[in-house]
């Protein structure tokens, strides 16, 4: 480097070099201009010194000064270098690479250049790469530990186990006998560690066994090592000594379900169903009641049990085990207990067995068959338990009574808000849930948790504004909404998107969803700098385990709700686009006189309000942006914070196939995937993919009524098409026509045939017989009287799905769809009201249908008796600085 300039400059360029490297930016600007001065066409300082001003950000001169250094100096490996560095700080991994390749081709032998190479080949998972430039490396410097180490990751990562094994083998022929020293053994232990667990990956089971007890002296992390032992003979069927290792592993914690798990392997009673015989349950309660008398401080020795028990020795159990939890005032009791609602008549027993410790309490004092008293609390945890109980039975009347009852006893336990808070949500009162969620807030301001719920409440209905401001008091002063976005609060920005788009402000909706799809980006980057770090540390197991988290890393929940939200946005723009100016002023001129004056006031007003709450804005901002040595901390504001250039694109279906291909890449078993996928393509005329897309959904669910729908649909589609005029749409048509019996529901009937029986099949269901009617519809328009008298004619007691306990919350969902059906799809105002009218009935709580015990409907009624200004008819709202303010909630919060 700097080697064409004289010894005082050479030492000068060698300056520039260590202040990039330790940070000192100005420094080794000032070390460059002084080279510069005599010699302005120096290749390789101009790429420096545009290194250096990149660190400043100041790209665009740097990109200037770095292709300039480059032109003149073509062959030097060190302007290369720099140039993909510089692609590479703005996450450019392929140009960077390239850059690096025509690096090596002038200096092959650059040992910095390669390591940089073989870690964004690491990134980008180009494994043939990064065999070969990590072999390049160990060839170089076959003494550095590090580089055996990365040669092995490579092959293991370019499925190569067994070559690993080799290399790892080969690195400790080089070792001393006394190897490791005291200050690596950590390091070595775990390389020992990650060699076994690759014998273990090969299928090499004895053999890891072997090596595993060999090295024991030298592998320092025990827990890690009695874990392997056990499960390399546990796979070897070495059941014994598994277990006595399991039963030794106990003994460390107790409270470990996987070790129970595998205990249990181990002496053979452990079916992957949770299916058990009456000698295998009399098995089973025999172990445990050992262990129990073993460890008699384990929550899950006595918890495990009620999984497999049945009958009376399930009702003893249980008794014991949730006794001592209710009278020590434990709130997860029934999160603890939830699974055994999946079972049948363990739920009955829970109720019957929980009502009588509250009736004996009530009247005694004391647990059933008990003398001692018990403290006043345990009767409020009881009906606290009942609450949620009878909540999840969908019995809402009855769980607000027990929680009501509960509040009364001890009014300022803040579990009991929250949990009122939650029965109104599943009840359908959202606006009363998200008062609630406040009121407990208030209670403790220090709880993010409670602050979180409230604004999770807040936002299911749809009161987003308030639910911003109680978002940001447990964010840092100044740019609040920006620190949300840096926390990477995802849950906060999917319901904030969600409540956009039921408000269908589909701009502020995309924003929220497109955040989220950038922050799996950022954690997709994140794992950069491990590449490095984890060979260096040698954690390689945890670093294997964390490139395969990455590889799926797009399959996570978060990421598909984000994606289908940011698709249906795409879908609903380019059904309905946005008017033009020109439109709106058309439609403006033919308002009467009083309606334009009302609604440009109503324009002026929120333009005054914007502008107000910009200003208030920069102005904390400004308050808060200069940080403790002086120095401004500026931070790139948004061009467009409600995503209105969002709206303004082209084509949304493409922009929308964009996140397609990641679902499909990631999440194909999911049904909704294909649902987005048939609807995309259905839209673009794009028939095969369209039929493929519906494939996948009859083989993942065809029983769906999305699946129905898309299937009648489809064929409805494709018979209304014209006749093949080109030798293209020939083709299509002969695919189609091949493909139509593969459909067993389709086979030797007509679509309305097929239609029926699917009726037929599933006339116990609302979502069901609801496609089945909207497909009568779409058949034949003239039935349009039949099909919602189908719907009409549903039984009270039809729910498409669910198990005990969410029936009545899956049932409001279904009705509130097929609401929106008759309102969309039938646009049948009358048959609409009709089926609200019932419904409001069926949920006096929902607001949507205006029940008579909803909030909205219950504010109005007491807003006719009460004076407009009187105090009890207010709620409170939350400003930044947490203290509360008045706001007129039963008017303005509902839905």
Excluded at 251 to 262: A, G, I, V
Excluded at 328 to 340: A, E, M, N, Q, T
Excluded at 408 to 431: E, N, R
Excluded at 691 to 720: G, W, Y
Aim: proline content about 3%.
């Amino acid at each position: 480097m700097g080697g064409s300039l004289p010894p005082k400059e050479a030492n000068l360029f060698k300056l520039i070099v260590k202040s990039y490297e330790t940070k000192q930016y100005k420094k080794g600007l000032k070390a460059a201009d002084t080279i510069l001065k005599k010699f302005p066409n120096h290749g390789e300082t101009l790429s420096m010194k545009g290194l250096t001003l990149n660190c400043m950000d100041r790209k665009q001169e740097a990109y200037e000064l770095v292709r300039l250094g480059l032109k003149n100096d073509l062959k030097s490996h060190v302007c290369w270098h720099v140039y993909g560095l510089l692609y590479r700080s703005d996450r450019e991994y392929r140009e960077a690479i390239k850059c690096y390749r025509n690096a090596l081709r002038i200096d092959p032998d650059n040992i910095e250049i390669l390591r940089d190479l073989s870690l964004l080949q690491a990134q980008m998972r180009d494994l043939t790469g990064f065999v070969e430039t990590r072999q390049r490396l160990l060839t170089l410097k076959p003494n550095h530990r590090m580089n055996w180490i990365g040669f092995a990751v490579s092959q293991h990562l370019n499925s190569n186990a067994s070559k690993a094994i080799d290399i790892l083998e080969a690195y400790e022929g080089t070792l001393e006998d006394d190897y490791p020293p005291e200050g690596e053994r950590c390091e070595h232990g775990e390389m020992l560690l990650y060699k076994v667990s690759l014998l273990e990956e090969c299928g090499f089971l004895e053999k890891a066994l072997k090596e595993l007890r060999k090295k024991e002296l030298k592998i320092v992390d025990k827990l890690s090592y009695k874990e392997e032992e056990a499960s390399l003979l546990m796979k070897l069927n070495c059941l014994e000594e598994a277990e006595k290792l399991y039963r030794v592993l106990l003994t460390t914690n107790p409270d470990n379900y996987r070790y129970y798990e595998r205990l249990q392997k181990c002496v053979g009673l452990h079916s992957e169903t949770g299916q058990y015989s009456s000698d295998e349950i009399d098995k089973l309660d025999a172990l445990y009641q050992s262990l129990a008398e073993q460890y008699t401080w384990s929550s899950a020795v006595k918890r495990i049990p009620l999984d497999f028990l049945d009958g009376v020795k399930f009702q003893d159990a249980a008794d014991k085990y949730i006794r001592p939890l209710l009278t020590k005032g434990v709130p997860s009791l029934f999160s603890d207990l939830s699974p055994l609602y999946d079972h049948a008549g363990k739920a009955d027993f829970l109720e019957k067995l929980v009502l009588g410790f509250e009736d004996s309490l009530k009247k005694t004092g004391e647990y059933p068959g008990r003398s001692e008293k018990e403290p006043p609390s345990t009767l409020l945890w009881t009906l606290f338990y009942l609450a949620q109980h009878y909540d999840r039975r969908g019995q809402y009347d009855v769980a607000l009574a027990k929680i009501e009852e509960a509040m009364q006893h001890t009014p300022t336990v803040i579990d009991l808000y929250s949990v009122k808070s939650k029965i109104l949500k599943h009840a359908g009162d959202f606006t009363a849930a998200a008062t609630l969620a406040d009121e407990a807030r208030c209670m403790d301001l220090a709880d993010r948790y409670v602050n979180s719920q409230c604004v999770k409440r807040m936002l299911q209905a749809d009161q987003v504004t308030l639910a911003e401001k109680t978002a940001v008091l447990f964010t840092k002063d100044g740019e609040q909404h920006n620190n949300l976005h840096d926390m990477q609060c995802m849950w906060y920005e999917l319901a904030s998107g969600e409540s956009y788009f039921r408000q269908a402000e589909l701009g502020r909706a995309l924003k929220k969803f497109l955040l989220v799809e950038k922050h799996y980006a950022d954690i997709t980057e994140d794992q950069f700098d491990f590449h490095s770090y984890c060979l260096r540390k040698m954690t390689l197991r945890a670093y294997i385990d964390m490139l395969r988290f990455q590889d799926r890393l797009h399959a996570h929940a978060y990421f598909r709700k984000a994606a289908a939200g940011a698709i249906r946005c795409y879908i609903k723009l380019y059904d309905t686009p946005p008017k033009s100016s020109t439109e709106e002023d058309d439609e403006l001129a033919k308002l009467p006189a009083s309606q334009k004056k009302k609604l440009r006031q109503k324009q002026r007003k929120a333009e005054a309000r914007a502008k107000k709450e910009a200003e208030v804005k920069s102005e904390e901002a400004n308050a808060n942006g200069a940080s403790k040595n002086g120095k401004r901390n500026v931070k790139a504001v948004d061009p467009d914070p409600h995503g209105e250039k969002l709206l303004q694109i082209e084509d949304p279906l493409v922009e929308a196939g964009k996140y397609l291909k990641l679902l499909q890449k990631h999440s194909s078993d999911y049904l909704e995937t294909h649902l987005l996928s048939f609807e995309i393509n259905m839209r673009k005329e794009k028939i095969l993919l369209a039929l493929q897309a519906l494939k996948h959904m009859v083989q993942i669910d065809a029983e769906n009524p999305d699946t129905h729908r898309c299937l009648i649909r489809f064929f409805h589609k494709v018979a209304s098409r014209s006749a093949p005029t080109t030798d293209a749409e020939t083709l299509i048509s002969g695919v189609l026509e091949a493909e139509r019996p593969t459909f067993s529901q389709l086979h030797d009937k007509s679509l309305m045939e097929a239609n029926t029986v699917f009726l037929e099949q599933h006339k116990d269901s609302l979502m069901h017989r609801a496609a089945a009617a909207e497909m009568i519809y779409c058949l034949e328009p003239n039935k349009k009287a039949e099909a919602i008298k189908l719907i009409e004619e549903s039984p009270q007691n039809t729910v498409s799905s669910g198990l005990l306990g969410s029936v009545k919350e899956s049932k409001l969902k279904d009705c509130v769809s097929v609401h929106k059906t008759l309102v969309a799809t039938f646009n049948d105002q009358d048959a609409a009201l009709r089926w609200k009218n019932r419904c409001s009935v069926e949920f006096p709580y929902s607001t949507y249908f205006e029940g008579s015990l909803c909030s909205t409907v219950t504010a109005n009624k007491a807003s006719q008796q009460v004076p407009e200004n009187a105090e009890n008819g207010n709620i409170e709202s939350i400003p930044s600085n947490g203290k509360v303010e008045k706001l007129d909630a039963m008017k303005n919060l509902a839905i």
